[in-house]
């Protein structure tokens, strides 16, 4: 049977407490503090945090979702970890939501949510559902839950074969969704298109850049029985102009920039600059599969499943986006 992707729009508007030794030579990045805590999630209806965005209407506000399992409902989080709205999000199902992405186009905000996570590399097809991004008071007590509808879903496959996938981010200077495969070695970042014109079938995801240089497990980190884990990536998010991408792993985040005429494919060959994070020792951030770069501070906030989920966020010295 001939597969669909349905179109619900007649044009698709998506319109450091610890070192961390890098070797290699990487880009000028802006610098970053070290992680600090600022707040706990507590609230029972997010037991595992898997996206986590910056709001670029409040200031301040992000937005979360849960893994598979759980139901499609977006929240609004304060940077302590207070819960401030919910919204059903219809014909949206949750089979395995894995990352969120915040965006413009026009005058317009939106989130993207990724239902993209395949551990066994089964699905033959992933999901991709575009919202408009709601409003929430930060000054208000937690508001009653309402339901949001979605402006577009782009049903898609990977060009070579069924992936993993939990990063995922937006580029809306060049217009295109970023994937970035979980469980393959080297990690594969894929691309699709973000505006999207009236058609059947489903999309295809093609691979644009392996990434080479994420640091492999240490010998350290082999020791436990996770380590070998440790560094796949779990979630990424793009500086405004598209030329910047944080990638978080099972250990800790990394930045990669690149200048605007060079590809993804280049900049994966240089070493990244590490955000060391918490070692997962610690008991903090223990499965971490939640980052953003906030639009209006470039704040990197990053979050974890289970309760209680820290937030812990990583502020910028130094900060310039280049001409």
């Not at 965005?53 to 139901?71: E, F, H, Q, V």
């Not at 499609?72 to 059903?88: A, C, D, I, K, W």
């Not at 005429?261 to 955000?275: H, K």
Request: charged share 20%.
């Amino acid at each position: 049977m001939k597969k669909k992707v349905i179109i619900l729009s007649p044009l698709f508007l998506w319109a450091c407490w610890f070192t961390c030794p890098v070797t290699g030579t990487a880009l000028e990045a802006p610098s970053y503090g070290n992680p600090s805590l600022s707040g706990k999630v507590t609230d029972k209806d997010l037991p595992e945090i898997s996206g986590l965005a910056g709001s670029y209407k409040t200031k301040g506000l992000l937005w979360m979702i849960n893994d598979s399992g759980n139901a499609n409902v977006l929240f609004g989080v304060s940077s302590t970890g207070q819960v401030l709205g919910e919204f059903s999000i219809k014909n949206a199902p949750n089979v395995d939501w894995e990352d969120l992405s915040s965006f413009t186009l026009g005058r317009e905000s939106y989130l993207l949510i990724a239902d993209v996570g395949d551990n066994m590399a089964m699905r033959s097809s992933c999901c991709l559902y575009m919202v408009r991004e709601p409003e929430i008071n930060l000054s208000e007590n937690k508001q009653n839950p309402e339901s949001l509808g979605v402006c577009a879903k782009m049903t898609f496959s990977y060009e070579d074969g069924s992936r993993d996938c939990e990063a995922v981010a937006v580029d809306s200077v060049k217009q295109k969704i970023y994937l970035l495969s979980k469980r393959t070695v080297p990690p594969v970042l894929y691309e699709l298109p973000l505006i999207m014109k009236n058609s059947d079938g489903v999309y295809v995801a093609t691979p644009v850049a392996r990434l080479t240089s994420l640091p492999a497990p240490t010998p350290e980190d082999l020791k436990d029985k996770y380590g070998k884990f440790r560094s796949q990536p779990t979630a990424m998010d793009l500086r405004l102009d598209g030329n910047a991408m944080v990638i978080l792993t099972y250990k800790n985040a990394y930045w990669y920039e690149k200048e605007s005429v060079e590809t993804w494919d280049t900049a994966f060959s240089r070493q990244p600059r590490c955000l060391a994070l918490p070692h997962p020792n610690t008991g903090e951030l223990v499965i971490r599969e939640a980052l953003c770069l906030c639009p209006q501070t470039q704040n990197i906030y990053v979050s974890s499943e289970r309760l209680p989920a820290p937030i812990y966020v990583l502020c910028p010295i130094l900060y310039g986006i280049k001409p």
